[in-house]
């Protein structure tokens, strides 16, 4: 079975969302993001996403789907799955994680997966036997959230870090860990 890597940002106190959304705004991160999710060493090959349908459903629609991706969108609602699914399908649905990562494993496609998540499910996947590295932005602030994750980072082995950098009055850095 296929590794993947989780990818968020949080604040200085592992807090990462307010109301239903992201609790700041960096574009430099949005191109960070897409940077990670979207490169490959195999031209021939795309990267998934694997994202809950809350996270789906908070992207705006102008960016939906995330392009030059796999979208793997998990919902326990739904009745039918695209298991099966072609190889140039670019938004496919799935009611748990591991039909999604069963799937994606069967593609030759597909080079990197990444879980783009939910703050009350980064928890398992964090600590999931195939996780191989998190990308994570870390924000020097608190921003008073309402969603927290629990990162251990005694657990993982910081490969990176970047300078911090700032924008609009925000320090923030990336780093890379590795399971």
């Keep these: 079975m296929k590794k993947f890597s989780v990818i968020l940002a949080m604040d200085d106190k592992n807090w990462i969302w307010i109301k239903n959304e992201l609790a700041w705004k960096i574009n430099a991160d ?7 999710t979207t490169k490959n060493e195999d031209l021939g090959k795309l990267n998934a ?15 939906k789907p995330l392009s030059d991706r796999i979208n793997c969108i998990i919902s326990k609602k739904l009745h039918t799955e695209s298991l099966n699914s072609k190889i140039d399908d670019f938004v496919l649905h799935f009611n748990t994680f ?62 990176s870090q970047w300078d911090w950098q700032e924008e609009n009055g925000i320090k923030f850095r990336f780093m890379v860990y590795e399971k």
């Design 98 to 159: 591991e039909h999604a990562l069963e799937e994606l494993d069967r593609k030759e496609n597909v080079e990197n997966i990444f879980v783009i998540w939910w703050t009350s499910v980064y928890n398992i996947w964090l600590a999931h036997p195939l996780v191989d590295k998190v990308y994570l932005t870390e924000v020097d602030w608190d921003f008073g959230s309402d969603r927290f994750v629990e990162f251990d980072r005694s657990k993982f082995k910081l490969l």
């Design 30 to 36: 949005m191109k960070y993001f897409k940077d990670i």
């Design 49 to 63: 996403v694997i994202i809950w349908r809350r996270t789906w459903e908070s992207i705006p629609s102008k960016f």
